[in-house]
């Protein structure tokens, strides 16, 4: 827990979140942070708040009280996202302050009345709406629907640049010593930006449109520094914007020439076959990841098909359909809208055979627009006609991926 100045009579508290489902779906290997903002002008202001994952609101009336604020003086609260995450704790904080007013778009509006019977004290803003603290902050919001719910504002304080974008420019991962993303070493930057694409393609990955519609919007405002309601502080926002651009375009693809092989097996048959694909991979001077399923979570699948253009799908059939495990991934991977994909796909069956036959439909149905090169099905274990067949295929597929990227840089 910390509670640290960023900007002139700007703070931030921040809260590490671990050892929980994110959403209660979404699997955070390295944590999260939960980011609330003070603005203290001759009037005071809090920007999105804590969940109840950890006791607050006491968590925050602790922050509070290192910046020696009462929470009886605050006069405004901004609910920039109406998701509990920034704002389950509400209900707690209006037994201590009754007097607080909301600023909040319409859609939240209705949200507070639905999630938390709050119907008083709200003020709705719009686009180019401002609201003046004193002391020079005037704060002025933007809309920015879908990123991550349709209520979705950014609010930014004119005094300090500093855009308050909630759910957008976020990402998992603890936060350190510095809450400040230039401060991170090369190497911490990196394990961030794995974080950064896992936040974004497991909670704003279907509304990617909008996240790249956000990111222009927010490219015309004054912005010196933005302060995300996850993750670290950019004080180069170019940096997280130009992220979040290109993040947002590998949904569509083509993403980067990278390869995701995911896999699951029964009894060992399609194992076989998948250690045979690695080798031919490894000779094909590709970067590729590999994921078995179910012992790899659908986010952490996810997030490596997400930059990748080539996917290789290795399951078994399971009863004249697909591998069960495999097949709820990829039902997930359609929801997330990973799209216009390059896909080999290889797997073992032994009664009947079935499996290609559901990954056809899975893609059809979610309008996934996969384009395969021919499948391998092979009875039992593969022999030697299936694994050149499966080396024949990989290999196309590398020479695609390799020619679609060459194409687009
Ligand atoms: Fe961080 Fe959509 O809530």
Same mark, same amino acid.
């Given at each position: 827990?910390?509670?640290?100045?960023?900007?002139?009579?700007?703070?931030?508290?921040?809260?590490?979140?671990?050892?929980?489902?994110?959403?209660?779906?979404?699997?955070?290997?390295?944590?999260?942070?939960?980011?609330?903002?003070?603005?203290?002008?001759?009037?005071?202001?809090?920007?999105?708040?804590?969940?109840?994952?950890?006791?607050?609101?006491?968590?925050?009336?602790?922050?509070?009280?290192?910046?020696?604020?009462?929470?009886?003086?605050?006069?405004?609260?901004?609910?920039?996202?109406?998701?509990?995450?920034?704002?389950?704790?509400?209900?707690?904080?209006?037994?201590?302050?009754?007097?607080?007013?909301?600023?909040?778009?319409?859609?939240?509006?209705?949200?507070?009345?639905?999630?938390?019977?709050?119907?008083?004290?709200?003020?709705?803003?719009?686009?180019?709406?401002?609201?003046?603290?004193?002391?020079?902050?005037?704060?002025?919001?933007?809309?920015?629907?879908?990123?991550?719910?349709?209520?979705?504002?950014?609010?930014?304080?004119?005094?300090?640049?500093?855009?308050?974008?909630?759910?957008?420019?976020?990402?998992?991962?603890?936060?350190?010593?510095?809450?400040?993303?230039?401060?991170?070493?090369?190497?911490?930057?990196?394990?961030?930006?794995?974080?950064?694409?896992?936040?974004?393609?497991?909670?704003?990955?279907?509304?990617?449109?909008?996240? !790249?519609?956000?990111?222009? !919007?927010?490219?015309?405002?004054?912005?010196?520094?933005?302060?995300?309601?996850?993750?670290?502080?950019?004080?180069?926002?170019?940096?997280?914007?130009?992220?979040?651009?290109?993040?947002?375009?590998?949904? !569509?693809?083509?993403?980067?020439?990278?390869?995701?092989?995911?896999?699951?097996?029964?009894?060992?048959?399609?194992?076989?076959?998948?250690?045979?694909?690695?080798?031919?991979?490894?000779?094909?001077?590709?970067?590729?990841?590999?994921?078995?399923?179910?012992?790899?979570?659908?986010?952490?699948?996810?997030?490596?098909?997400?930059?990748?253009?080539?996917?290789?799908?290795?399951?078994?059939?399971?009863?004249?359909?697909?591998?069960?495990?495999?097949?709820?991934?990829?039902?997930?991977?359609?929801?997330?809208?990973?799209?216009?994909?390059?896909?080999?796909?290889?797997?073992?069956?032994?009664?009947?055979?079935?499996?290609?036959?559901?990954?056809?439909?899975?893609?059809?149905?979610?309008?996934?627009?996969?384009?395969?090169?021919?499948?391998?099905?092979?009875?039992?274990?593969?022999?030697?006609?299936?694994?050149? !067949?499966?080396?024949?295929?990989?290999?196309?597929?590398?020479?695609?991926?390799?020619?679609?990227?060459?194409?687009?840089?």
């Amino acid at each position: 827990m910390n509670a640290k100045s960023i900007a002139e009579e700007t703070y931030v508290l921040s809260m590490n979140v671990e050892d929980i489902l994110f959403e209660g779906a979404w699997e955070i290997p390295n944590g999260v942070s939960i980011n609330s903002y003070i603005i203290k002008g001759e009037k005071t202001a809090v920007i999105d708040g804590f969940c109840g994952w950890d006791g607050a609101p006491e968590t925050l009336f602790t922050l509070l009280s290192q910046i020696n604020i009462n929470p009886e003086s605050i006069e405004y609260l901004i609910i920039n996202h109406m998701e509990p995450d920034h704002s389950g704790w509400i209900e707690k904080f209006k037994l201590i302050n009754p007097n607080f007013k909301i600023l909040c778009s319409k859609k939240a509006q209705d949200l507070l009345a639905a999630f938390y019977g709050q119907t008083e004290n709200i003020t709705c803003v719009k686009d180019g709406d401002t609201v003046d603290l004193g002391d020079g902050h005037v704060l002025s919001f933007t809309e920015i629907p879908n990123v991550h719910w349709p209520d979705t504002i950014a609010t930014l304080d004119t005094a300090t640049g500093t855009l308050f974008s909630c759910d957008a420019f976020g990402g998992f991962g603890k936060i350190g010593s510095s809450i400040f993303a230039d401060d991170l070493d090369e190497n911490e930057l990196k394990k961030y930006e794995v974080d950064t694409i896992r936040y974004f393609s497991n909670i704003l990955g279907t509304f990617s449109p909008q996240a !790249k519609k956000a990111v222009l !919007k927010c490219e015309n405002l004054p912005v010196k520094m933005i302060a995300p309601g996850h993750g670290y502080i950019w004080r180069e926002p170019g940096l997280i914007m130009d992220a979040y651009s290109k993040y947002a375009d590998y949904q !569509k693809g083509p993403a980067k020439e990278e390869i995701t092989l995911v896999w699951s097996s029964m009894y060992g048959m399609t194992e076989k076959a998948v250690q045979f694909a690695v080798k031919v991979l490894e000779s094909q001077n590709i970067k590729f990841h590999i994921h078995q399923v179910p012992e790899d979570s659908w986010g952490t699948v996810i997030t490596s098909a997400w930059t990748s253009t080539g996917l290789i799908l290795a399951m078994p059939t399971y009863e004249f359909k697909m591998f069960p495990p495999m097949a709820s991934t990829l039902e997930e991977m359609g929801k997330k809208k990973i799209q216009n994909r390059k896909v080999f796909s290889f797997g073992s069956y032994g009664w009947s055979g079935g499996a290609q036959k559901e990954l056809a439909e899975i893609t059809t149905r979610l309008g996934m627009n996969w384009d395969f090169v021919e499948p391998v099905e092979f009875l039992g274990a593969p022999g030697e006609e299936e694994l050149q !067949k499966i080396e024949n295929g990989i290999i196309a597929l590398v020479n695609e991926v390799k020619a679609l990227c060459s194409n687009n840089k």
